[in-house]
């Protein structure tokens, strides 16, 4: 699995993961999230069995042109959004910061995007984000919709299985 972005809130995560192999996305997701149970547990010495967090994880499929570095700025973003820091950098939790402030070692862990980061990365990260495009972005996300150009939303439409 290939960790494009992230983005660890206090009461939740955003991944852009980029998966290598179709199964790979629900094998990841249920790894995380069991030993991320599991360690929690024993880090506050609970006993419990199942989910910490409620309902499944959201995903959907996206087009892996700009539409992924609107996906990407959303993740990178999120803190600032929350008012928890005034710069996405400013979050240690985050791939913003990795990137910025990170070493070689800890930005290497970061996967390269199928979509290159803006030149100007940290003038971008920094600069508003469109009230659209959050929004097509969030209908996507809360429909499980794919999310890209009509074109690619064509493509896909046509590929699926009747």
Not at 83 to 98: I, Q
Not at 120 to 145: F, M, P, Q, T
Request: net charge positive; charged share 30%.
């Amino acid at each position: 699995m290939r960790i494009l972005a992230y983005t660890l809130m206090p009461n939740h995560w955003h991944l852009l993961l980029y998966p290598r192999e179709d199964t790979d996305m629900p094998d990841f997701v249920r790894w995380l999230s069991t030993t991320h149970a599991a360690k929690f547990r024993n880090k506050t010495k609970t006993v419990g069995e199942g989910h910490l967090y409620q309902g499944r994880y959201k995903s959907f499929v996206m087009d892996t042109d700009t539409h992924l570095l609107t996906v990407l700025k959303y993740i990178e973003r999120n803190p600032v959004r929350a008012k928890l820091v005034v710069h996405p950098e400013d979050w240690e939790w985050g791939s913003a910061y990795r990137r910025i402030c990170g070493t070689k070692k800890a930005q290497a862990l970061l996967a390269v995007s199928p979509t290159p980061l803006p030149h100007h990365y940290r003038a971008w990260i920094n600069g508003a984000e469109k009230s659209e495009e959050l929004d097509e972005l969030r209908k996507s996300v809360n429909k499980g919709i794919p999310f890209g150009a009509e074109e690619f939303l064509y493509r896909f439409d046509r590929g699926k299985k009747k």
